[in-house]
């Protein structure tokens, strides 16, 4: 990948999470993707209820990271990739008192919004930064918690996102995600197409790449569990929502979507980062 093509993915990610943004906070708009859908369907009623409508419908991820992060009273929390915020805001409640909850985001429109559910929410341990998960502005070892909401596969440097979230987290940190994996590379005619890059596919990793990227950057302990396998009906939902000007001329997208059943899929990625935790104990 050459950097021009770096700094274009970087820039559709960052355009189409902005038009979201508005849409989540104006309530109307175009419709959200079936991916989008899935992503807020993946919190109980019961946690939807603690937060500001806004926030629900700025859930753009495929998982619940809060539901696979322990976390603990007085644990620091960071989430790479805050968008509207409902992650950070459920994990504040969670680490109280005595604990803090970061949001980052490279989006002004989704720090605006997260700042507006944060104000609607109450919640007072929590702070939102405007910033990138490949250049994470906060100190070394300052982090007991990373979690994530399907944003690592966005990113076109994964290992700079790895090898930050080494350096933020504390000795024995840990790394708690939701995102989208692969069992197979996809097809170039399906990597190239920029509108699968906004929608969580096409930059997503291979579980083999992903455990290995990660042991390269220095965790420990990597696990990958796959939750939702995307059959036949969730990749036609998909590939409805790409206009046709998306498709590459001469694409079969009914082949493409027959070969590539059961081989996208979002999952629960787990590390930890070497050494004795100094923070709460997590038992």
Same mark, same amino acid.
């Given at each position: 990948?050459?950097?021009?093509?770096?700094?274009?993915?970087?820039?559709?990610?960052?355009?189409?999470?902005?038009?979201?943004?508005?849409?989540?906070?104006?309530?109307?708009? $175009?419709?959200?993707?079936?991916?989008?859908?899935?992503?807020?369907?993946?919190?109980?009623?019961?946690?939807?209820?603690? #937060?500001?409508?806004?926030?629900? #419908? =700025?859930?753009?991820?495929?998982?619940?990271?809060?539901?696979?992060?322990?976390?603990?009273?007085?644990?620091?929390?960071?989430?790479?990739?805050? !968008?509207?915020?409902? %992650?950070?805001?459920?994990?504040?409640?969670?680490?109280?008192?005595?604990?803090?909850?970061?949001?980052?985001? *490279?989006?002004?429109?989704? #720090?605006?919004?997260?700042?507006?559910?944060?104000?609607?929410?109450?919640? @007072?341990?929590?702070?939102?930064?405007?910033?990138?998960?490949?250049?994470?502005?906060?100190?070394?070892?300052?982090?007991?918690?990373?979690?994530?909401?399907?944003?690592?596969?966005?990113?076109?440097?994964?290992?700079?996102?790895?090898? @930050?979230?080494?350096?933020?987290?504390?000795?024995?940190?840990?790394?708690?995600?939701?995102? *989208?994996?692969?069992?197979?590379?996809?097809?170039?005619?399906?990597?190239?197409? *920029?509108?699968?890059?906004?929608?969580?596919?096409?930059?997503?990793?291979?579980?083999?790449?992903?455990? =290995?990227? *990660?042991?390269?950057?220095?965790?420990?302990?990597?696990?990958? @569990? $796959?939750?939702?396998? &995307?059959?036949?009906?969730? #990749? @036609?939902?998909?590939?409805?929502?790409?206009?046709?000007?998306?498709?590459?001329?001469?694409?079969?997208? %009914?082949?493409?979507? !027959?070969?590539?059943?059961?081989?996208?899929?979002?999952? &629960?990625?787990?590390?930890?980062? $070497?050494?004795?935790?100094?923070?709460?104990?997590?038992?």
């Amino acid at each position: 990948m050459t950097v021009h093509q770096a700094d274009d993915i970087t820039a559709a990610v960052r355009d189409r999470y902005a038009t979201l943004a508005r849409t989540a906070s104006s309530c109307c708009g $175009p419709s959200a993707s079936s991916l989008d859908q899935f992503g807020q369907s993946q919190y109980d009623d019961d946690e939807k209820a603690l #937060l500001p409508q806004e926030a629900v #419908l =700025a859930s753009l991820g495929c998982g619940n990271p809060t539901m696979l992060a322990q976390l603990n009273p007085g644990d620091v929390v960071l989430d790479l990739g805050s !968008g509207g915020g409902i %992650d950070v805001l459920l994990s504040a409640r969670r680490v109280a008192p005595g604990g803090r909850a970061y949001g980052l985001d *490279m989006t002004p429109e989704m #720090l605006d919004l997260a700042n507006t559910n944060k104000a609607r929410s109450g919640v @007072e341990n929590v702070e939102f930064l405007l910033g990138t998960i490949e250049h994470i502005p906060l100190p070394d070892d300052s982090i007991d918690v990373i979690i994530s909401n399907c944003v690592v596969n966005l990113s076109a440097d994964k290992d700079a996102v790895f090898r @930050e979230a080494m350096r933020v987290l504390k000795p024995g940190g840990r790394f708690a995600i939701s995102d *989208m994996v692969l069992s197979r590379e996809l097809s170039p005619d399906l990597t190239g197409i *920029m509108a699968l890059w906004t929608g969580c596919i096409a930059g997503a990793l291979t579980q083999d790449d992903c455990t =290995a990227r *990660m042991q390269a950057a220095g965790f420990h302990d990597v696990t990958i @569990e $796959p939750t939702t396998i &995307f059959g036949r009906s969730e #990749l @036609e939902g998909l590939a409805a929502d790409l206009r046709p000007e998306d498709i590459p001329e001469g694409l079969d997208v %009914d082949q493409a979507i !027959g070969e590539f059943d059961g081989v996208i899929r979002s999952a &629960f990625i787990r590390a930890v980062k $070497p050494g004795t935790p100094t923070g709460p104990v997590t038992e």
